[in-house]
């Protein structure tokens, strides 16, 4: 299913720019005009969210009108697509009426420390806003990002997408050897790296239990966490009521008694799980990937190779030695 509103859009930027200026009392009506307009002006697409959201509705046994859950989706597709531009730079007062944050403190510790942490999220309501607000307290953040975008040179698509000279870039023209040789050497610098396993890039897939079907992941998450062996928490961020809400869990640690990959694999089952319950209780910000909609049976499921970087022929070895 095509994005209500596209990232990519100059459209999107210039309504980003608008909340950024809008008082902070009008910035949830901006976001639910713009919706309803797009609701009832889009109606194929509107249809598309509708039949999404009956599909959950089975598999999920929730007592939500598919109809209604389309319309609050609508009405919050601006502030969740633009809410890491439209309040990048912006008073602590305004994200005080704007967002609630939960647990970046421990982050927040650990890089004081001098650890790296490798935060885990899904693509699901707004997961890059605490990464504007964490760059905005001066600590090092990091994100990994299509190779394609490395050419956008529009400052406020640039900000609206998070790209800076720290985004790691990956995909067909690279392979996964430097791309993951760069993320381990950032994570061991004590940057803050986000990851999203259901991303586009990074991998063959595999696929894990979820609402009652299987959700395709790239393999790259467990390459880096197996490599990095740096705190790992898992995060997401949703609109809850008027304002936006970001959640950190605790960090997990690699410890000597387990092996890394055993520790990678149960985080990122916690996380999976964690994200499962998020799309139970805050519905109308899922965003309609290609992997949510495969895992709800929307969209055939690809193959495990499916999408695999080309050119990536970084051996098990030569990874090894990416860590060193």
């Given at each position: 299913?095509?994005?209500?509103?596209?990232?990519?859009?100059?459209?999107?930027?210039?309504?980003?720019?608008?909340?950024?200026?809008?008082?902070?009392?009008?910035?949830?009506?901006?976001?639910?005009?713009?919706?309803?307009?797009?609701?009832?002006?889009?109606?194929?697409?509107?249809?598309?969210?509708?039949?999404?959201?009956?599909?959950?509705?089975?598999?999920?046994?929730?007592?939500?009108?598919?109809?209604?859950?389309?319309?609050?989706?609508?009405?919050?597709?601006l502030m969740l697509m633009t809410a890491?531009?439209?309040?990048?730079?912006?008073?602590?007062?305004?994200?005080?009426?704007?967002?609630?944050?939960?647990?970046?403190?421990?982050?927040?510790?650990?890089v004081k420390q001098g650890s790296g942490v490798l935060v885990v999220t899904f693509h699901f309501g707004t997961h890059l806003l605490s990464f504007t607000k964490l760059k905005q307290e001066g600590f090092p953040v990091a994100t990994i990002r299509p190779y394609f975008m490395r050419n956008i040179s529009s400052k406020g698509m640039r900000r609206l997408l998070f790209l800076d000279e720290n985004t790691i870039y990956v995909g067909?023209?690279?392979?996964?050897?430097?791309?993951?040789?760069?993320?381990?050497?950032?994570?061991?610098?004590?940057?803050?790296?986000g990851i999203a396993p259901d991303g586009d890039q990074g991998?063959?897939?595999?696929?894990?239990?979820?609402?009652?079907?299987?959700?395709?992941l790239r393999r790259g998450f467990?390459?880096?966490?197996?490599?990095?062996?740096?705190?790992?928490?898992?995060?997401?961020?949703?609109?809850?009521?008027?304002?936006?809400?970001?959640?950190?869990?605790?960090?997990?640690?690699?410890?000597?008694?387990?092996?890394?990959?055993?520790?990678?694999?149960?985080?990122?089952?916690f996380a999976l799980r964690e994200f499962e319950t998020y799309v139970r209780e805050y519905p109308e910000s899922i965003w309609w990937t290609k992997p949510m909609e495969v895992a709800l049976g929307l969209r055939p499921k690809p193959s495990e190779k499916d999408g695999k970087t080309e050119g990536d022929s970084t051996t098990m070895e030569e990874r090894e030695n990416i860590a060193n």
């Open positions: 299913m095509r994005k209500i509103l596209s990232p990519q859009s100059k459209t999107t930027v210039i309504l980003g720019a608008i909340a950024r200026v809008l008082p902070s009392c009008y910035v949830w009506p901006f976001s639910k005009l713009v919706g309803r307009l797009l609701y009832w002006g889009r109606p194929r697409r509107r249809r598309d969210v509708e039949r999404a959201y009956r599909r959950l509705c089975e598999r999920t046994s929730m007592a939500r009108d598919p109809q209604e859950l389309a319309r609050q989706f609508f009405d919050r597709q890491s531009y439209a309040l990048s730079g912006c008073s602590d007062d305004r994200f005080k009426v704007l967002c609630d944050f939960e647990g970046l403190e421990n982050v927040r510790e650990l067909t023209s690279r392979g996964l050897g430097t791309p993951i040789r760069e993320i381990v050497r950032k994570l061991k610098e004590g940057y803050i790296v991998g063959g897939l595999e696929f894990k239990p979820f609402l009652g079907g299987e959700y395709p467990m390459e880096v966490a197996r490599l990095a062996k740096v705190p790992m928490v898992y995060a997401q961020g949703m609109a809850r009521g008027n304002k936006l809400f970001v959640r950190y869990s605790e960090p997990w640690f690699f410890t000597p008694e387990k092996p890394p990959h055993e520790i990678a694999e149960e985080f990122l089952t």
